[in-house]
């Protein structure tokens, strides 16, 4: 076989690529394939179907644009699990995203520490070099699945006994803020890249070596602007979605119309 003319059009007038990319979205859509199922290999659907596995190759490639299946080397095609929004605005609120699509969040203290804050990182927190920080990691989770991890920096003068406090508050940033006499904040900057996920990212976030994640790198400030918190983040990309919205906002998980969301 080959991907003729004569063989690239079904009886429907699609091409055949489509019509087994079709198919395989279909048995996606009812349930046949769950997330994470790996569909079948290319040399056995072009059997299947009578096609060159070009042909097959070509379906996957579609399903992927679409982002129904993740296609890599080695993992063969898998169906994609659908990603879970994460909205950034003024105040950002991941567990008010998934809290209103009924997915239970949940976030641990993996690691705290107090360290000399480097150059940069005092810069943006307009903090004298070497001053004394927290370097907090955390790992959020919804529906039980890991989504995203972070390093937290904050001053240790502003924020004593900070980490203590965090596991008191369930390793919610904004009930610790609350806690430490901070009941508003707000979200000063949010910078996003890709990149390979590190080898402890993929294995807390349970994703394969090298696997995609979405950097965030954000600053949160007090009403005032005054920045107090810095977040080096990273999120699993085959989970995830970020909704810009620059002019939105989220009600206050604190009550009222101020506050920030809990992560």
Excluded at 22 to 35: K, M, V, W
Aim: with cysteine.
């Amino acid at each position: 076989m080959t991907d003729s003319a004569s063989e690239g059009r079904a009886g429907d007038g699609g091409t055949a690529w489509r019509r087994i990319a079709d198919a395989l979205a279909t048995s996606i859509e009812q349930g046949e394939y769950r997330p994470g199922d790996t569909l079948p290999a290319s040399v056995a659907l072009a059997e299947q179907y009578g096609v060159h596995r070009h042909t097959v190759r070509q379906a996957f490639r579609h399903l992927a644009e679409c982002g129904l299946v993740t296609v890599s080397r080695g993992r063969g095609t898998q169906v994609t699990a659908p990603r879970f929004p994460y909205r950034i605005g003024r105040r950002v609120s991941l567990r008010t995203n998934f809290g209103a699509a009924g997915i239970g969040v949940s976030s641990s203290m993996l690691s705290a520490t107090i360290v000399a804050g480097e150059p940069q990182h005092c810069a943006t927190l307009g903090l004298p070099e070497g001053t004394p920080l927290w370097a907090i990691e955390t790992l959020s989770r919804a529906g039980g699945t890991p989504v995203g991890t972070g390093l937290h920096y904050l001053e240790v003068e502003r924020f004593p006994g900070f980490d203590a406090i965090l596991i008191e508050a369930g390793a919610s940033i904004t009930a610790a803020f609350k806690a430490s006499g901070i009941p508003d904040y707000v979200r000063r900057s949010t910078r996003l890249a890709a990149r390979p996920a590190t080898e402890r990212e993929a294995m807390l976030l349970k994703l394969e070596p090298g696997a995609a994640v979405l950097q965030a790198h954000a600053v949160d400030a007090l009403p005032d602007l005054t920045p107090i918190h810095l977040i080096f983040g990273a999120f699993a990309g085959e989970r995830m979605e970020m909704v810009v919205e620059p002019f939105g906002d989220l009600p206050s998980p604190l009550g009222g119309e101020g506050g920030s969301a809990k992560r």
